[in-house]
Antibody, heavy 121, light 107 residues
């Protein structure tokens, strides 16, 4: 059974940092692209970026809204995806989901349950 | 960025009614459109990919259609368990983008 389980969310002050994790199981982690998608309360989904699979050299792509502040990485030995978030702003408050796809044009067939990040003083 | 515009923002339906949700892309995205269903306090679930392909286990009352800039999700006979938010998303070009969603409510 494919499982994606996010953790690491919480309350952080503006300007602070947080690292989210997405522990995966049930599939060959290195075969898949892994994305982070966020959703502010009551608002739309926003794709933040992804890290490609082994066949594509584990390279990354980011949306302009987080490029330079957020970093996506993966620990392939433990099948864990990370999102390092720096210089956090109030508008980064959202539920953060990790999601799996087979490639850039492929849909997100599996999602985690999400972890809530609140940026507030 | 490609903007995905969904309409309506919300709709109230009765069980058994036929529902049509719209998603329009600001430029040609081919058939690289997916639809996701999101129930309250849950993560999104894939319904349709490639504009018209039903994902594994999705009931056949859900049908996706369209290409280029105009896409539609049709529920042939709404059931109580279909009440949710529905999101379309494009994977044609970076950044990947989603629509604002359509909320399906019970009348």
């Amino acid at each position: 059974e494919v499982k994606l389980v996010e953790s690491g969310g919480g309350l952080v002050q503006p300007g602070g940092s947080l690292r989210l994790s997405c522990a995966t199981s049930g599939f060959t982690f290195t075969d898949y692209y892994m994305s982070w998608v966020r959703q502010p309360p009551g608002k739309a989904l926003e794709w933040l970026g992804f890290i490609r699979n082994k066949a594509n050299g584990y390279t990354t792509e980011y949306s302009a809204s987080v490029k330079g502040r957020f970093t996506i990485s993966r620990d392939n030995s433990q099948s864990i995806l990370y999102l390092q978030m720096n210089t956090l702003r109030a508008e980064d408050s959202a539920t953060y989901y990790c999601a799996r796809s087979t490639g850039k044009t492929a849909p997100f067939a599996y999602w985690g349950q999400g972890t809530l990040v609140t940026v507030s003083a | 960025n490609i903007v995905m515009t969904q309409s309506p923002k919300s709709m109230s339906m009765s069980v058994g009614e036929r529902v049509t949700l719209s998603c329009k892309a600001s430029e040609n995205v081919g058939t690289y459109v997916s639809w996701y269903q999101q129930k309250p306090e849950q993560s999104p679930k894939l319904l349709i990919y490639g504009a018209s392909n039903r994902y594994t286990g999705v009931p056949d009352r859900f049908t996706g259609s369209g290409s280029a800039t105009d896409f539609t999700l049709t529920i042939s006979s709404v059931q109580a368990e279909d009440l949710a938010d529905y999101h379309c998303g494009q994977s044609y070009s970076y950044p990947l983008t989603f629509g604002a969603g359509t909320k399906l409510e019970l009348k």
